[in-house]
């Protein structure tokens, strides 16, 4: 009997949540960077294998206060998250330092009954010999089910984190096709890879108040995908960082961009930006809501 599930991912922001995802499904699907706030929905994934299927559900990180509506849209979507999964996966850096903001995680954790495995990330950072005192300064905070030492990076110890997530998976059949990677539209995962290379290309005062919006995705008969799409920032000052003297910040987001998306699909992109400016946007409901940050009910 196969065994089929959800296992979400959780933890401060900057843990390597997203690129632990990605790793272990083997295929790049969220995006990454050293800043905060990079993953503002929730993403499923898909890993499949002989033992059945694991859906990683990635979610923002978790903040202890939030300055705006997108900040408290994140922070639905991340405790909402909890009781919908059959395990969570609390991700940390390998640090003996239990914060407030870890605290809090906590007290949420223990608000539901679903399993628990504390992962510890980011091991290639340290030496052996420090993981049993970060091992016993953890252990006590919840009632930890597992606690797995990984590197999502490195991809170390994945194949024993995989089997400890399927400890706690329930028997079924598979809940997505064998192929499928992602419960994310092709639409969606251009917009958010152009999102990622602002946040790596531009100052730091800019990328969080940037969303990205595909105005138009089309593949042709020839196989040559056309996107077309807007950055959106908050500021007419950031408006300028993005387009950068003579255009050359946009072109390099755009470079960027397409080397990914072409990779992604396969064959050519015809990747077209633009810069809009719709001031104080993560405070608009009607424009979070157009921009993909809608809560939705369960």
């Not at 340290?126 to 049993?132: A, D, R, S, T």
């Not at 089997?163 to 329930?170: G, H």
């Amino acid at each position: 009997m196969t065994k089929s599930g959800f296992a979400a991912i959780i933890g401060r922001p900057n843990v390597g949540k997203s690129t632990l995802m990605n790793h272990m499904i083997g295929q790049k699907i969220a995006i990454t960077s050293n800043r905060p706030q990079t993953t503002r929905n929730r993403i499923e994934t898909v890993y499949t294998c002989d033992d059945g299927q694991v859906i990683f559900i990635d979610t923002p990180g978790f903040m202890r206060k939030t300055a705006n509506k997108l900040g408290e849209y994140m922070m639905d979507v991340s405790v909402g998250t909890l009781g919908d999964a059959d395990v969570i996966l609390w991700l940390i850096e390998p640090s003996s330092y239990i914060g407030d903001g870890d605290r809090e995680i906590a007290a949420a954790i223990r608000k539901v009954s679903t399993p628990v495995i504390l992962v510890i990330n980011k091991i290639d950072t340290i030496k052996h010999e420090q993981l049993l005192g970060i091992i016993d300064t953890w252990k006590d905070l919840c009632e930890f089910d597992e606690i797995v030492p990984v590197s999502g990076l490195k991809e170390k110890n994945l194949s024993g984190l995989l089997d400890c997530i399927f400890k706690y998976l329930p028997e079924g059949p598979l809940l997505y096709d064998e192929d499928t990677l992602t419960d994310q539209p092709m639409r969606q995962i251009a917009a958010e890879i152009i999102r990622e290379k602002a946040l790596q290309l531009l100052n730091k005062e800019v990328p969080h108040g940037i969303a990205v919006t595909i105005e138009r995705y089309h593949v042709r008969e020839d196989g040559l995908t056309e996107i077309e799409a807007s950055i959106i920032c908050e500021k007419d000052s950031h408006k300028g960082i993005v387009i950068g003297k003579g255009g050359s910040m946009l072109k390099r987001i755009g470079q960027a961009a397409r080397r990914d998306l072409e990779e992604l699909t396969e064959g050519k992109v015809f990747l077209k930006l633009f810069v809009k400016v719709r001031k104080d946007w993560r405070d608009n409901p009607v424009l979070l809501r157009d921009y993909g940050y809608e809560k939705k009910e369960s």
